[in-house]
């Protein structure tokens, strides 16, 4: 790995040897190298270790590291101060007795990259690495050839089914590197893609059981379920991602007729907007509890108001449409009604007609997080919609998002309001950007304008293989874009 | 661990909780405890991984260090700069996915103490640890009772015997901790032990095979052998440990009446003899090649012509012995009567009779290993022998011994004059003063006027479970001492 102030991540790969030449060379003592298995693997990893010299007389202790990207293998990982637990840096140091000796690491990890240490032999044998082998784990089927007008999206289709197959394990995985978790969010746009891509839709199936099963007390959707060491329920509450649980059923249900599925889950669908409406008015506005966790994104200093009330109001009109596509014609109606309230209400509160902007909050925040889901919860007319989204998109001074699933629904919302050929710009404009950086999978987070950001105050935990950023191909396979 | 100058390896141990205390207490980020198993254990380690606070999101990440004495755990084992290698250093770091989860670590080890920290969890909980557990193994039979005059004595022998159960295995482990390997020197000391007390003979028997085996192309008997991953031959020679084979095979079959393996290795025992015979002059002497290793004991500047002619002689002695119990009485007789001319060579070349002690070297060095081998050796009448031995151990200036290995050869030197006395007072000084350090088990090295030296140049690789330091059991369970 050599720095390289061109390139976003800082460094560039330069091969130091063949796999022929590697074969042969030896390592001791303080020696390292890095292997590139050529794109982003989630599994384990293998190998034969054999020694040189003398017998060997003594264990030999390595260091292991796994990077997704360069940063992870070409920067020291310490000393850590993230936020989040140091035990997700992704490293090993592993002591190998009884040599030459076959060894399987532990844990599955998401990597292209090893990062190979040597923290000691003996001083009489070196050891020699042979039969390297990374074995990929995935519950998709084969890849689908990519598709895009332009080899630039095609490329970006291929990548994006790279992010989604090496996610899809035995739930939709938010992504391998770390949580390795069931998140309600990141589904939706995983199902999203996946209907147009690998049809697992029996997974997407058993993701809705895990989150109907494992909800709290009241019946309220949790945002994400712990599938090992046994499924149960994750703890924690996100309130779009209880709203958002209706609206991957509805897209579960249209993509795949399963009625009957619709059905059996729908008082879970109801019961979340029983809970959910202790928190909107009569009229129709939501009013933050205060203490309950919105998502909408990672940027932090997001005011949620306006966004969070048109994402209710989208999941209350999916909502309304999955009653209509099982059968419950007669609960649809209200919840039809309901929805219109929901509209009127946050379009009273947010839409300001004479500046053509959304605005949230006490000092009027624009943000593209605001427009988008204004837009996509149906506050504005098309009209209005594309007004709301160039005022926001145009404007230099608005938040923009962090994260490629906040993205996503700005295309969503781009494509609802007839704006498409600025929905296409945005997805070569900004997946496009991570291609640039040479993104084998799509990240957790990227902002463009701070590449090197991270949520967590350190970017060795950020997650680059993401599910919730493959929606390209939900786009570009569906025809949308 | 509390540190205190009145102990010899400079920590006490006291309680910080009972076990059912600790099985409340959780730990985090930071946090570290130590385990006291309450004696030395070769084995694996099991614990269940349990969790306290919120649902855990986060792999926990541990570092185990693991302690045969208080300063394995006390101590940072870091910066290291010992000779040998690091991978020696008996610590590990684990990452525990998927909580809460049953846990056996990886590898065997040897250990009293295992020190605990907590490298992370997540902000979200701590970790409990529950039914943590050491499998000792051993291939040794139970325990006989332990016997001794005194209270002091039978302690000895207990504490004897429990450092050869550990060493048992496979194969008679050097010690469990580091090597795990079978040397011919330490072999010898554990099967005069093993005789007298769990009388595994068939252990013996697979281990003198070995070296049969895994001997160089010329057929000379190698130092050690390695067992794992297969028996093989390990590419290193001590002139005094192929001797030893023949002294070790001579012992075998005493104690076993076993003349079949006695004759089926003899052709062995033969090509020592024929092997080392090179460098023995014709008149008896040993004349060092200078590129062969001599060990006798790790005191580093011991003078060992003196001790290789009487060892060599010993050996030749017992090669004799050895022919006429399995009925090769022609070759016992011209083995006999070169023991005879190297006995009056070593004496003529190393015994002082004017001063009445033995000297090696152009500097004259008197050290207990020239005047205890010189006995063994038989190069002095029991007057002489004695006198030797007093004057050498009388001698503030005089070498002493580094290892237990060769305070063996002491007091099998001080029984074969007939200082009885002077070698049980030397148990109670020597191995007595490893009681008083709290050892239970024997240890590697030991200088009582620097206890806390290392022939690795630190401490936190010595061995403290060696097997050449049992042979109180050998001396106290056949009523010598």
Request: glycine content about 8%; charged content about 25%.
């Amino acid at each position: 790995m050599v720095p390289d102030a061109a390139q976003v991540l800082r460094f560039r790969a330069e091969q130091a040897a063949s796999i022929p030449d590697f074969s042969t060379q030896s390592f001791r003592k303080g020696d390292s190298f890095i292997l590139d298995f050529g794109g982003h693997r989630t599994g384990y990893l293998s190998f034969d270790l054999r020694t040189v010299g003398r017998e060997p007389d003594a264990p030999a202790r390595l260091k292991l590291t796994f990077g997704e990207v360069p940063p992870d293998v070409a920067e020291p990982l310490h000393p850590y101060d993230g936020k989040i637990s140091e035990a997700w840096l992704p490293e090993e140091i592993i002591t190998v007795d009884y040599l030459p000796q076959s060894v399987r690491m532990p844990r599955r990890y998401a990597f292209r990259y090893v990062r190979v240490d040597v923290i000691d032999t003996s001083p009489g044998f070196s050891v020699r690495f042979a039969n390297v082998r990374a074995h990929a784990v995935t519950s998709a089927g084969p890849m689908p050839a990519p598709i895009g007008a332009t080899p630039r999206r095609k490329r970006m289709d291929e990548v994006a089914m790279a992010t989604l197959h090496d996610c899809m394990q035995t739930s939709f995985e938010d992504g391998p590197r770390r949580d390795q978790r069931l998140w309600v969010g990141d589904l939706r746009l995983q199902a999203l893609a996946n209907y147009a891509s690998f049809r697992s839709n029996d997974l997407v199936k058993r993701c809705l059981y895990l989150f109907a099963a494992y909800c709290d007390k009241d019946g309220l959707v949790a945002a994400c379920v712990y599938e090992k060491p046994y499924p149960r329920y994750g703890g924690m509450h996100i309130i779009d991602y209880a709203a958002l649980f209706n609206v991957t059923l509805r897209d579960y249900v249209v993509a795949t007729g399963d009625i009957e599925t619709g059905r059996d889950l729908w008082p879970v669908a109801q019961r979340q907007l029983e809970l959910l409406s202790r928190w909107i008015s009569p009229d129709g506005l939501f009013l933050d509890p205060g203490n309950m966790w919105i998502f909408i994104d990672w940027a932090s200093k997001l005011h949620k108001a306006a966004a969070i009330q048109g994402l209710l109001a989208f999941a209350w009109d999916a909502t309304a449409d999955l009653a209509a596509r099982i059968g419950k014609d007669a609960e649809a109606g209200p919840i039809r009604a309901r929805t219109k309230a929901m509209r009127q209400a946050g379009r009273a509160a947010y839409w300001d007609a004479a500046r053509g902007v959304v605005t949230s909050g006490p000092d009027k925040q624009v943000s593209w997080a605001s427009a988008a889901w204004a837009v996509l919860g149906g506050m504005l007319s098309p009209p209005e919609g594309r007004r709301a989204m160039r005022g926001a998109l145009d404007d230099p001074q608005a938040l923009k998002p962090f994260t490629p699933y906040l993205y996503h629904y700005v295309v969503e919302a781009l494509v609802t309001c007839g704006e498409k050929k600025r929905a296409g710009q945005m997805l070569d404009d900004y997946w496009g950007a991570m291609l640039d950086a040479g993104a084998d999978t799509f990240w957790e987070v990227f902002d463009p304008a701070n590449p090197l950001s991270s949520p967590y105050g350190d970017i060795h935990v950020n997650s680059y293989c993401h599910a919730w950023s493959c929606t390209p191909s939900y786009f570009l396979r569906n025809g949308i874009l």
